[in-house]
């Protein structure tokens, strides 16, 4: 089994679509337990791709290859998968995108890649989302994490509005709020009441699930 | 058509240290320019505006005045709604530098006027879906109705090399003038790369032979680490480098981004650029008419 799950890693981990869709298909048939297939094959693929990312040995290239294989495998795995882990996904539900005014897509794409990837159920509304369409998708959605990206000083206020809006409506209670892009920090997010600040596209998915597992403690 | 063959650029470049101008997004943004704004959208706005900035540049020293049209691309534009301005925007841009550029001081030579060109928004892939040739005629548009002379084009921010390939080309059959393109490298525990992962010696030796009369790099790495980025570059190319690195990583403060350099530090390290072999510096974000002064000031010590 272990040759098995080193296969799926790796197979993540080189961006090798087709290996991932046949080993996925060979969870299905031989009737493996997915969950394990996904934590300790596809899902360490994934993380160790971020790690390269992270040492400068793999670039937004390479991280959306693995990203894009990963999809391919969760995509077999999926209804077995949800079977697995009830009707929700099992990260929980995410609304993505880049504020008004600033028609950067690279990075919240990474992140939207990566997130589904990791399991989360991402609507992604594109680049230049007005605050207006942020707060509904939050709504029709049901989302539970908001995640906003600026990668322009001058548009990064509109994740301030955005928030601000979420608390006029009543609906900042009900959604986490996650942002990033190059000119945020650690210190804007605070400044602006969200819930947590990314530096890049791997820690957003840490922050994520550390977001939502919270989330489901004070729930439960 | 447009622009002079020969605006000696090149030659000055080679002759070495020649001083470009400072930041504009951060300048406007100083001077009340709104969240979602497009920065070129002022150059019909408020031109006093941006030609106050052009003309504080231009009596600090700069030699070489930048144009106020990086996200002068249809793709950028129209995402602001202002798709049907392309024309009127770059144009107002170049004849706003042109005007500060011809404010000479007595005893210095002519300022030239670099039309800067920055990325389309549009991302290859597999990242993104655009294509090579989609982004080549965002280019191409954005130089096509170019009625008022330059004196080089200035490629630059770029992450792809792919997409400041596309930019060349682009600009290699629109213009006549010598082009620049400058990437944006960042530090890696292995070394400098752009985000895609394109090392520097490959990059420009693609970029030489696809035409660019000098290279460099620009943006998001603060002057201290450009000074080691600079020495990677000269050992990687014989031809002339320009460095504009940003005044450090800004702090926000009262949802403006603030940057903490001093022009002192920035100078110190510019210096340090020149020694190095590099034939130009300027600033990118954060940076200021200020930072330009120090800078041509120590130079003529």
Do not use: W, Y
């Given at each position: 089994m272990k040759a098995f799950f080193?296969?799926?890693?790796?197979?993540?981990?080189?961006?090798?679509?087709?290996?991932?869709?046949e080993l996925a298909?060979?969870?299905?048939?031989?009737?493996?337990?997915?969950?394990?297939?996904?934590?300790?094959?596809?899902?360490?693929?994934?993380?160790?791709?971020?790690?390269?990312w992270e040492a400068g040995e793999y670039f937004l290239p390479e991280l959306a290859f693995s990203a894009e294989v990963m999809k391919a495998a969760l995509d077999v795995l999926r209804p077995s998968l949800l079977r697995a882990a009830g009707t929700r996904a099992p990260g929980g539900r995410v609304v993505i995108g880049t504020v008004q005014g600033d028609i950067h897509d690279i990075g919240k794409s990474v992140v939207s890649t990566l997130l589904s990837a990791h399991g989360f159920d991402v609507l992604d509304l594109g680049a230049n989302v007005t605050h207006e369409r942020f707060i509904d998708a939050v709504?029709?959605?049901?989302?539970?994490?908001?995640?906003?990206?600026?990668l322009l000083t001058t548009t990064m206020t509109g994740q301030a509005h955005v928030v601000e809006l979420l608390q006029k409506r009543g609906m900042r209670g009900d959604v986490k709020v996650l942002v990033g892009g190059v000119p945020t920090s650690e210190g804007w997010a605070r400044q602006i009441r969200a819930d947590a600040y990314a530096p890049d596209a791997v820690a957003a998915v840490e922050a994520a699930k550390g977001l939502l597992s919270r989330?489901?403690?004070?729930?439960? | 058509m447009t622009g002079k063959p020969d605006s000696g650029i090149v030659d000055r470049l080679r002759r070495g240290r020649v001083v470009f101008d400072g930041g504009m997004g951060s300048q406007l943004i100083a001077r009340g320019l709104e969240a979602g704004h497009p920065p070129e959208e002022w150059n019909r706005a408020h031109p006093k505006?941006?030609?106050?900035?052009?003309?504080?540049y231009a009596d600090a020293g700069a030699e070489v005045i930048t144009t106020n049209s990086f996200g002068g691309t249809?793709?950028?534009?129209?995402?602001?709604?202002?798709?049907?301005?392309?024309?009127?925007?770059?144009n107002a841009a170049v004849r706003l530098a042109r005007v500060a550029a011809a404010t000479t001081a007595a005893g210095t030579r002519p300022r030239l006027v670099a039309f800067s060109m920055g990325p389309t928004g549009r991302i290859l892939p597999p990242v993104g879906d655009a294509t090579e040739r989609e982004l080549e005629s965002e280019f191409a548009a954005q130089l096509a109705g170019l009625s008022e002379p330059i004196d080089l084009v200035l490629i630059e921010t770029v992450f792809d090399l792919r997409e400041g390939l596309c930019a060349l080309r682009a600009a290699r059959r629109m213009v006549s003038v010598p082009i620049g393109v400058t990437l944006t490298f960042k530090r890696t525990p292995r070394g400098f790369f752009t985000e895609m992962g394109d090392r520097v010696a490959a990059s420009f030796a693609k970029l030489e032979s696809a035409g660019a009369a000098f290279v460099g790099a620009n943006c998001t790495i603060a002057s201290s680490d450009m000074v080691d980025l600079a020495r990677e570059m000269r050992g990687a190319t014989a031809l002339p480098l320009l460095c504009q690195p940003n005044a450090g990583a800004p702090d926000i403060e009262g949802g403006k981004p603030v940057y903490r350099q001093r022009p002192d530090a920035f100078a110190g390290d510019a210096i340090r650029m020149f020694e190095t072999g590099v034939n130009a510096v300027g600033g990118c974000c954060g940076t200021t008419p200020e930072f330009i002064d120090e800078l041509v000031r120590r130079l003529s010590r």
């Open positions: 080193e296969q799926c890693e790796a197979a993540v981990l080189e961006g090798n679509k087709d290996l991932a869709v298909r060979r969870v299905l048939a031989e009737n493996m337990d997915v969950l394990a297939v996904l934590e300790r094959g596809f899902s360490r693929g994934l993380r160790r791709a971020g790690e390269k709504r029709d959605h049901h989302a539970d994490l908001l995640c906003m990206s600026a989330d489901d403690r004070k729930a439960g | 505006t941006v030609q106050e900035i052009h003309r504080a249809p793709a950028r534009l129209s995402a602001h709604g202002l798709g049907n301005d392309v024309v009127t925007l770059n």
